[in-house]
């Protein structure tokens, strides 16, 4: 039997399984996926993200709470890394989320990363999906703790919510590309803790830094110079730029919370009036659909190539008779040859 | 990639705040290439069967070291079936006296494993008990 029609229906047995179905690549997942389709899209997607540690989960059980004040139906994917040794993994993000223990209107999944390397797992993107065509309100997608250059969420959620902590970086942490360029919205947890001015200060500086709409004032040898701003047609930085606004939270006490709530649906109000939401959601599928021709191709190419072969490509770089560049070259070509 | 997972929720039900042995298990389980869900302390049966229906577990283990596993299995066991989770391993860990392993079985647990057991004959019971099952 089919699970489409008690997916669409909500029951919580069918969700669970389809998304054991699309992690383990089951064929008749795919089909229920496909019946799905045409019944998502109505669901807010808001990923976060951050450095290991942060407060992620605490900050999604705070914020799952605060949706069921308003009403709204939440599902949470939580991901963690699977054991690049043993293939296995402990997922712990449920012990920061016991109080939404009991409520119907929630739904807790986790989920091994099984070797992806950008801060998801290859089905949270389509477990996303089943949540939505289940008629789940919110989203809320915890990435693994994240280094500098897991931006997989950004490619997936509506708002990208970026968690710091005090003390884990300084300004030059901040001016470096990767999360930090993907966040709609900053937040400082821990904040009650030493250094978290500090903290923010230095993502307010690297904000000012990167909005062109402000004449900067900068220290140059001790000396204070004001710099012209470098944009100069000002109803056009209006339309198109949105600054991060950075909240303070001290999530284990339900602090700033709220604020944490508000910034989100100001996010979300500005990507609606700006027309954003049709051009994130436009990325959001060719990036999804890059990703998986790139796997579709790849499957197809070594399917054509026997293992021998490679394996005897794979000696020959080894001993450095071939770069890896002609490996590739070779093994692309395995259709002509 | 493709190959199948077998998922384990590891969880403390009950007032006992002894939690090192489930992480015992918990890790090794792990290094044995099964995904674990690892709840924490002081799980209601309600927690415990709502959190196997949503993370669709193969196996649901529970460690009791306060003695009350005649009290708080049954209730964990029709909890699960409520959920429609029948086939369900439910494997038991802990202080468990000689004299109340036949009753757990009764309820459906299919392992008992006491202090000493090591933790490859967990793992070689589970992987068996799972593979039969599908």
């Not at chain 1, 944009?231 to 339309?239: G, I, M």
């Not at chain 2, 860990?93 to 000493?116: K, M, N, S, T, Y």
Request: with cysteine.
């Amino acid at each position: 039997m089919s699970l489409t029609e008690p997916i669409l229906r909500g029951e919580r047995r069918a969700i669970a399984r389809q998304i054991s179905g699309i992690e383990n690549e089951r064929p008749e997942a795919r089909q229920v996926l496909a019946e799905l389709y045409p019944h998502t899209g109505r669901a807010y997607l808001v990923g976060l993200t951050g450095a290991p540690g942060t407060g992620k989960s605490t900050l999604v059980n705070e914020l799952a709470k605060a949706y069921r004040r308003e009403n709204k139906t939440v599902a949470i994917i939580s991901v963690d890394p699977t054991s690049p040794f043993s293939g296995g993994a402990i997922l712990g993000d449920r012990i920061r989320m016991a109080d939404l223990a009991g409520d119907p209107g929630v739904f807790v999944r986790s989920m091994a990363t099984r070797g992806s390397l950008g801060g998801l797992a290859r089905a949270t993107a389509d477990a996303a999906k089943v949540f939505d065509a289940a008629g789940f309100e919110i989203i809320l997608i915890e990435t693994v703790g994240v280094g500098q250059a897991e931006v997989e969420i950004a490619g997936l959620a509506h708002s990208v919510v970026v968690v710091e902590a005090p003390g884990l970086g300084d300004e030059v942490q901040a001016i470096k590309a990767g999360i930090l360029e993907i966040a709609d919205v900053f937040v400082v947890n821990k904040a009650d803790r030493e250094g978290a001015s500090r903290t923010v200060a230095a993502l307010t500086m690297m904000l000012d830094l990167t909005d062109p709409s402000l004449p900067k004032t900068v220290l140059h040898h001790g000396q204070l110079m004001a710099v012209a701003a470098t944009v100069s047609n000002p109803t056009r930085v209006e339309l198109a730029a949105w600054r991060p606004p950075i909240c303070k939270t001290v999530a284990t006490q339900g602090q700033g919370i709220a604020e944490v709530i508000a910034a989100l649906a100001e996010h979300r109000t500005y990507q609606l009036n700006q027309g954003m939401l049709v051009q994130r959601e436009r990325e959001r599928l060719i990036f999804e659909i890059q990703q998986m021709l790139k796997e579709r191709l790849l499957a197809d190419l070594l399917d054509k190539t026997s293992p021998e072969r490679v394996n005897q490509i794979l000696t020959q770089v080894l001993e450095r008779q071939l770069d890896p560049f002609a490996a590739v070259e070779i093994l692309a070509k395995v259709d002509v040859m | 990639m493709s190959e199948r997972k077998i998922r384990v929720l590891v969880a403390k039900p009950g007032l006992d705040g002894h939690d090192r042995g489930a992480k015992v298990v918990a890790r090794a389980l792990r290094d044995a290439g099964m995904e674990v869900i690892y709840t924490g302390l002081r799980q209601t049966p309600e927690m415990i069967a709502e959190a196997a229906l949503q993370e669709d577990v193969d196996v649901v283990g529970l460690s009791v070291l306060s003695g009350a596993h005649l009290t708080l299995v049954p209730k964990i066991v029709d909890r699960l079936k409520e959920n429609g989770l029948d086939d369900v391993l439910i494997v038991v860990g802990g202080i468990i006296p000689a004299e109340d392993i036949e009753p757990l079985r009764q309820l459906g647990v299919r392992g008992v494993f006491g202090p000493g057991t090591s933790t490859e004959d967990i793992i070689a019971f589970i992987r068996e008990q799972v593979n039969v099952a599908n």
